[in-house]
């Protein structure tokens, strides 16, 4: 059984410079992606919940894409300020951040249990 009440899953894939589909590294989901494990810690959340690497999400085209489990919600992420918010609202109080929300993939969303 896991100790972990989320896993943060960010895309940090990266794709060869003019690739149609682009990719979430070159619009800065590594460094994102590292701003998310720094929230982690200045919330005091380090072994409760744990942000991740993912490889391609295929999402490529809302931007840098973050998926949260156990919810399983989608979302884009363009700015720190959106990793603080996402960290603060949904994972600290369990609302949905809905201006974040990732188009078509988050279908009747669930309802989050702090």
């Given at each position: 059984?896991s100790?972990?009440?989320?896993?943060?899953?960010?895309?940090?894939?990266e794709?060869?410079?003019?690739?149609?589909?682009?990719?979430?590294?070159?619009?800065?989901?590594?460094?994102?992606?590292?701003?998310?494990?720094?929230?982690?810690?200045?919330?005091?959340?380090?072994?409760?919940?744990?942000?991740?690497?993912?490889?391609?999400?295929?999402?490529?085209?809302?931007?840098?894409?973050?998926?949260?489990?156990?919810?399983?919600?989608?979302?884009?992420?363009?700015?720190?300020?959106?990793?603080?918010?996402?960290?603060?609202?949904?994972?600290?109080?369990?609302?949905?951040?809905?201006?974040?929300?990732?188009?078509?993939?988050?279908?009747?969303?669930?309802?989050?249990?702090?």
């Amino acid at each position: 059984m896991s100790k972990f009440t989320h896993h943060i899953f960010m895309c940090v894939n990266e794709r060869p410079k003019g690739d149609p589909r682009g990719c979430c590294a070159a619009l800065g989901s590594v460094e994102l992606h590292a701003f998310f494990k720094k929230e982690v810690e200045r919330l005091g959340l380090k072994g409760i919940v744990r942000a991740n690497k993912a490889g391609c999400l295929d999402q490529c085209e809302y931007g840098p894409s973050v998926v949260i489990y156990p919810e399983g919600v989608w979302y884009w992420v363009g700015q720190e300020t959106d990793v603080t918010e996402i960290m603060e609202r949904h994972i600290g109080k369990g609302e949905i951040v809905e201006r974040l929300l990732m188009p078509g993939k988050n279908g009747s969303l669930p309802t989050i249990k702090s």
